[in-house]
């Protein structure tokens, strides 16, 4: 089981430019997440998506959308970068663990973005 | 604004000894929460789950929750120079959605001198 995978590891956009980011889990979870991690502010919450063919925004979802193409991938898109975006972005999925409907969240190696 | 509130530190301590990080939450209602290790560099790793008052160990790791004080700690014992990380605190939340997801801490950085 390769986990959770993200593609790329590293991107460099000039601000305006658009890009995906690429995430992928094995495990069979069905819940799927999107972070962002920024110096002192921790893991900020963009988007989720509970189960296929669902998302919801999260804490900080203005200047991006994302798309649960199957139950496997879940992608991040900015459409017009801005320098406020770069950051570490990180890919999570959870179980739900029966009874206690709680999820342990799982994290992908991360993509390091950089807008110019 | 539902919060995870952490000591940034460091926090340094020497080889051998325990090693004490707190957290504190904001929402009464939470049932479940987490400690993730991350090293420089790399991505969150769960180390540590509590869903009940009182301790939970594993291994080196103790779990502590205490609900009517709304707080969580983590316990290292005989702490190792490869504990040297930065621990964040997650708690189970109900977005306004109705589903639930976690809030991070911003972490704390641990350093244990050799």
């Known amino acids: 089981n390769a986990g959770v995978t993200q593609t790329p590891k590293f991107q460099v956009l000039k601000t305006g430019q658009s890009m995906t980011l690429q995430c992928a889990q094995d495990?069979?979870?069905?819940?799927m997440y999107w972070y962002r991690q920024d110096p002192g502010m921790g893991l900020r919450l963009i988007y989720y998506s509970a189960s296929e063919g669902t998302t919801d925004k999260g804490e900080v979802p203005n200047g991006y959308n994302v798309s649960r193409l199957n139950k496997r991938e879940f992608s991040l898109r900015l459409e017009s970068a801005a320098p406020s975006q770069t950051s570490v972005y990180f890919c999570?999925?959870?179980?739900?663990?029966?009874?206690?409907?709680?999820?342990?969240?799982?994290f992908g190696p991360g993509t390091r973005l950089t807008v110019t | 604004q539902k919060e995870v509130e952490q000591n940034s530190g460091p926090l340094s301590v020497p080889e051998g000894a325990i090693a004490s990080l707190n957290c504190t939450y904001s929402?009464?209602?939470?049932?479940?929460f987490f400690w993730y290790r991350q090293y420089s560099g790399k991505s969150p790793e769960l180390i540590m789950s509590i869903y009940s008052n009182g301790d939970k160990e594993d291994g080196r790791f103790t779990a502590q929750l205490n609900k009517a004080s709304q707080y969580v700690s983590l316990l290292i014992r005989d702490s190792q120079p490869s504990d040297s990380a930065t621990y964040l605190c997650?708690?189970?939340?109900?977005?306004?959605?109705?589903?639930?997801?976690?809030?991070f801490g911003s972490g704390t950085r641990l350093q244990v001198q050799p």
């Open positions: 495990m069979n979870h069905n819940s």
């Open positions: 999570a999925s959870s179980v739900e663990l029966g009874h206690r409907t709680t999820y342990e969240q799982y």
């Open positions: 929402d009464r209602v939470s049932q479940s």
């Open positions: 997650a708690v189970q939340t109900n977005m306004d959605t109705g589903r639930r997801a976690l809030t």
